[in-house]
């Protein structure tokens, strides 16, 4: 029996690809093979199929590329139709950068809390916390948005509560649970040596943390808060329910607005494909998927110089 | 300030904000459930939705739900496990590896809506499947692959090198060592990862707005034919699930009772959510207990 298997090895011929563990090896390299291959071919079809629908619009429809990414105006159904999407990227990018400006110092104080201060109460209590956070799904988000911060910021400050606030609020709660366990993970990898060194030399806990714990570990937290950003720039229902869906920049954060997402969530369903209307809201999510890459893209830089 | 008084200020800070976390969760959960689970009733889970009256429920949204789940999971599970092993133990380490996981990352990073208006585009139109529970299915499994590839992955490395040695030493195939030793080993990791990836299929609603479709033909719950226009178990037909009819009505529903429907339906998502949550987390230490006889 030794003998055949070496013989099998070294002949490699057609007998040898007959024998069964070569074909059942055989049957399983094709079929991952074929899986991985419908991963790419997703990827691709996507890319290809958004890009070519987002272009047509320039294309096509004859818009000015700078006009769309820096028009005011968005009156798609005017004659003649005006295709203006700033308030939309204004919308997006102010909604995301405020979440992740509230939800950043919270998500690395419960970092640092489950990891340095007590990290026995933080694995048992607040991790399943976090999880449960990861776990409720947006549209309830929308929903307690809409019931209960709506109602509170129209209580509290001037207009009807619905706005860029409103918005970045609900996405600073859905993005808070990316944030915290890439945190977590980071302060956790930490080597202890460079803890105790620090507290050995005679620095405070909170010392350490400011002056060493926080400094080595920047860039991960950074990828928390980039991930968490990509997060919210994609969220779709939760924000357009609570946004006010009024496609101009508004002069307050208590004043409806729009994001990308919200303007294709609303006016996809009721244009017809091939019209102007619906190709220009194919352009933003080219916006969208473009603003993918390079949030990928940040995030591939700091794990570079994380490794580092 | 001295150092003793700082050190003092910031732990307080940080436990501070680590309280508000934990009262935002709280204070999540308890309102939607207060809100909600006096809506909740048998009738409520069962019944069809209603347009302009009241007592309206939402027993075939709920439906959809679960039946798009088990058709998506149907399509998602071989196509997650065999791409999760081939990145974890066929691909050589070098640049197409790389970037095969690159393209990975950014397709987990697609926003959902964008994965939806893809769905829309080659599914429903290009692929003529039309608004139907299939094109959800595939939607979500576009969306749902990159995290069971990441997680059958994860759970292929942490099987113990000698085993998977131990077992090529004897003879075996490299897939037969995969099936019969490495993917036993790795089942309690995957099913953990597998049953909460099923928890975020459940409440995904952005990419089923133009997949599946916002609304739903009436059922008739008798007709079990699978090809019959209105039988529950066609895949072909047009299907709101439970998240797309809370997104619904809370922005065009016109029943009076439309915040209590939307209160009701966000526990009854909320709940199924937390039981996929607390299921894994059970089975994921039974497993461990039955296969380390730790106690």
Known sequence: MEQSAVKGQKTNSKSAFMKPHIREEWVGRVYTFVCILVLIATILAIVYFVASKGLSTFITNGVNIGDLLTGLKWDPEGEPAVFGALPFIFGSFSTSLLAALIAAPLGCCAAIFMTQIMPGAGRRFMQPVIELLAGIPSVVYGFVGLSVIVPMLRAIFPGQGIGILAGSLVLAVMILPTITSIATDALAALPGGLKEGSFALGATRWQTIYRIVLPTTLPALLTGVVLGMARAFGEALAVQMVIGNAPHIPRSLFESASTLTSAITLSMGNTISGTAHNNALWSLALILLTMTFIFVFIVRVLERRNHR | ?295
């Open chain 2, 1 to 295: 300030m001295n150092a003793k008084t700082a050190d003092k200020v910031a732990t307080v800070v940080i436990c501070l904000f680590a309280g508000i976390i934990v009262l935002v969760l709280l204070g999540l959960l308890g309102f939607i459930l207060f809100r909600g689970l006096s809506h909740i009733s048998w009738d409520f889970l069962t019944s069809a939705p209603e347009t302009i009256k009241a007592g309206g429920g939402i027993g075939p949204q709920l439906f959809n739900s679960l039946f798009l789940l088990v058709l998506t999971m149907l399509i998602t599970i071989p196509l997650g496990l065999g791409a999760g092993i081939y990145m974890s133990q066929y691909a050589k380490p070098g640049k197409v590896t790389n970037s095969i996981r690159l393209v990975v990352e950014v397709l987990s990073s697609f926003p959902s809506i964008v994965v939806g208006l893809f769905g829309l585009l080659v599914f429903v139109n290009i692929m003529g499947i039309g608004f139907s529970l299939f094109s959800g299915a595939l939607a979500l499994t576009v969306f749902n692959l990159p995290l069971m590839v990441r997680i059958t992955e994860q759970a292929m490395a942490g099987v113990p090198r000698e085993q998977k040695e131990a077992s090529l030493a004897l003879g075996l195939s490299r897939w037969k060592t995969i099936t019969s030793v490495m993917l036993p080993i790795a089942m309690p990791a995957i099913i953990t990862g597998t049953i909460l990836a099923a928890g975020r299929v459940f409440g995904e609603a952005a990419a089923l707005l133009f997949t599946a479709g916002m609304s739903s033909p009436r059922l008739d719950f008798t007709d079990w034919n699978p090809l019959s226009p209105f039988s529950p178990l066609n895949p072909f037909r047009p299907a709101e699930t439970l998240a797309v009819h809370i997104w619904k009505i809370n922005s065009e529903g016109l029943a009076p009772d439309a915040g209590e429907i939307a209160a009701g339906a966000s526990a009854v998502l909320v709940l199924t959510v937390l039981l996929f949550n607390f299921g894994a987390r059970w089975f994921g230490r039974f497993m461990h207990r039955k296969f380390t006889a730790t106690r």
